[in-house]
């Protein structure tokens, strides 16, 4: 290639003449005054605020409206349907409400972590332990992408409030999808097994009874017979009310069928039986009392063993069930006569949390609260802005038009460089300590080679992405398998059909979660509230990491096509003239959407997954002074975490889809013109060093990179503004600095 210099650049003040939107400003220019960062950090201040004036004003509605008594409120009571619609769309909504929310506080987060020029300057030359003093390169930061890199080189101001966004929001994840739930009620019961003569009144002794059901497990143990209850007052009570109005009778199967549903409208019960032949004047063989159970065993234990009282099924035999035998000497069961369902409380709960609540609308308030200071601050600061130095880098763009207008003197003659020559190696030997890092300026050759998006990002980035990804998918596929071998005990099928019987989101005696966390209120609930909500952080954390992946391949997109002859103006963040609005920091709408709305998709999953669930126990006849009949038994309800089975499975095959996707993204291809620089400050900057001609213009006007001069056999590559027909591609084999 012969010597040249590009000639014929381009000038503000001569293209003004025939383009005059070039000297626009904010003040001229709509579409310059709304893409101002201030601006679009106003909307999302909007949106927090929104989201503030709807959690408090929800908040305080509750509270007025409905009381709440050991940290738990009632909504509405009534039919279950209606509190599981409640439920879904309930938190549907609240999903929407923390997308949105914590959207907003990366967003501005990003905007905080963001350097300025000073800030990449001060990184690019310091000096670090481990260097030589012939030696001042320093740290390259990134641009256009959530970083932590940056955070040990911005201000002291910007590190506190990006501190603050971040650790408010960790507790958002662990709260906000249990500030509601549905509490599903179930009947305390007791169950008396007896001779025909006890209805007619006929003596009993609770001391027989007891020794009768001595070994079974569903009559006699820890879980059943709550020892606040006068058994004798119970038992006595349903002798004189057994051939009242408020009983039936019923045969075997339909009995059976009365006490084989944890959540059904249940009663006391009488069971008579044939097979006893022993004095009529000891009526009473064997009683049980029964509080609803935590530990995703069916409640109705006592009715399965079928009289083995060696093993039994936690799921009921097929109905309908014909011959029926209780406890250990199989008492034969004859027919029954049981309390009216229609005349037992039981209705569903759509409850809340004060507390709860009341921690998200402060936390709410919080991310508005620093994000308003962290705008003044910016029109405070907003005098600087013409202080090249001060001006803080948000974008690509940003990055180029600084390094036009200043170049960077630690990466002059650098101009092929790639992120890779700015990495300080750890070599096996000494894997512990990193080598200084050495610049190499010697021109290089240029070869074209087409390069696959997932070079844009670094080894270790990918890891860490998909060894968390995977690690999050496998535990969950293994819980899920664990939760298989479950069903599988208790004689459920694992089909799609079956699964989907089971309920989407739905809570069941059979999914219940059971850790050892305390049961009983407050700890119970903040214990399975924390939890049930464990994921959505961990969701959460995986977005980061997701967006910054994603990010990285799109920077690294639009640099990688700045070579083109259809040039464009740079998009920067604060656009003067004709320079290309940025609405968004690294990701464009057609990314970013489909991105949020599936963040916001698998955080509600998720919720439909694993969930905190109350069981409200409701006292049974017979003990008016410990249980009043129809009052909540406070003390045998509990909270608990329950799972949904076909839930976790379709949340399974989306966020194996979302990784799929992004490993397919990582294979597409960039143009191999131009180097690859991915994020790396010091990989741009090596790219910018333009002919002086263009420093004082050239980043206001359209730009295109290439060979701009050509010396003694040594070509030089930048940004300029010079026609088309007076730059040049490089070309292979060829040297260039």
Known sequence: MVDFRATLFAKKSDLSQWFPQIQDDEGDSWRIYLSRRSRALLIQILLVGAILVTNLGLTIFAISHYSSQNGVGTIYEGDCNKVKGLDQWIHLLINLLSTGMLSASNYCMQLQAAPTRANIDRAHQA????????????????????????????????????????????????????????????????????????????????????????????????????????YTEIIKDMQDKALSSGWEEMNISACFAVYNDYFTPQGNGIIFVKNDTGPEDDSLLMYVSIIPRSDDWAKNMWALSNGTNISFQAR??????????????????????????????????????????????????????????????????????????????????????????????????????????FIRRRPWRTHLVKLPLVLNREPREWKEKRKFWFRA?????????????FLTVITAAILLSVSFASLHHRKFSTTIPELWQLGFGTLTPYTYLVVGLPRED?????????????????????YIFYNAMLSKFLVQREFSRMYLKQRKPLRVSEP??????????????????????????????????????????????GSPEACPSGQVDVTNSFSTCGYSPIAVFITLIVGALIIVSIIGIGLRRYDGTMSMVSTNSM????????????????????????????????GKCAFTTAPSDNIKIPEARSKYR
């Not at 464009?588 to 109350?614: C, D, E, K, N």
């Open 127 to 230: 000096r670090s332990h481990e260097q030589t003093r012939a030696h001042k390169e320093g740290r390259w930061l990134d641009i256009g992408v959530p970083s932590l890199r940056n955070l040990q080189y911005i201000s002291n101001w910007r590190r506190l409030a990006w501190v603050l966004l971040a650790f408010s929001s960790v507790p958002i994840h662990l709260m906000y999808n249990s500030a509601v739930f549905q509490s599903l009620a179930s009947n305390d019961y007791t169950i008396a097994v007896v001779k025909n003569s006890f209805v007619d009144g006929s003596s009993w002794n609770l001391s027989t009874a007891e020794m009768n059901r001595q070994g079974d497990s569903g009559w006699d143990e820890w879980r059943v017979n709550p020892k606040n209850r006068n």
């Open 316 to 421: 009921s035999p097929d109905l309908p069930v014909t011959k029926w035998f209780l406890g250990p000497k199989k008492f034969e069961v004859s027919h029954c006569r049981v309390q009216s369902p229609e005349t037992i409380t039981t209705h569903c709960r759509f409850e809340y949390s004060p507390y709860i609540m009341f921690t998200v609308c402060t936390l709410n308030f919080i991310k508005t609260f620093v994000m308003a200071c962290i705008w003044i601050m910016r029109k405070w600061q907003d005098s600087e802005r013409s202080d090249a130095d001060k001006a803080v880098i948000y974008t690509l763009g940003d990055a180029i038009a600084s390094f036009m207008r200043r170049p960077d003197p630690t990466t002059v003659d650098m101009g092929l460089a790639t992120k890779d020559d």
């Open 457 to 469: 990002a670094s080894i270790r980035q990918w890891f860490v992405l998909l060894f968390f990804c």
């Open 522 to 542: 407050p700890a119970g609930l903040i214990s399975n509230v924390l939890l049930a909500n464990l994921p959505q952080m961990i969701l959460s954390i995986l």
């Open 576 to 621: 003067v003239g004709i320079q290309r609005s940025s609405y968004f920091i690294s990701l464009p709408l057609r990314y970013g959407i489909p991105l949020y709305t599936t963040s916001g998709l698998m955080h509600w999953l998720v919720s439909q997954s694993l969930f905190l669930a109350r069981i409200t126990a409701i006292c049974a006849d």
């Open 683 to 714: 990989a741009i900057s090596a790219a910018c060093h333009s002919l002086e001609e263009d420093r004082d213009d050239g980043f206001l006007l359209p730009v295109q990179w290439g060979v701009v001069e050509m010396k003694n056999g040594i």
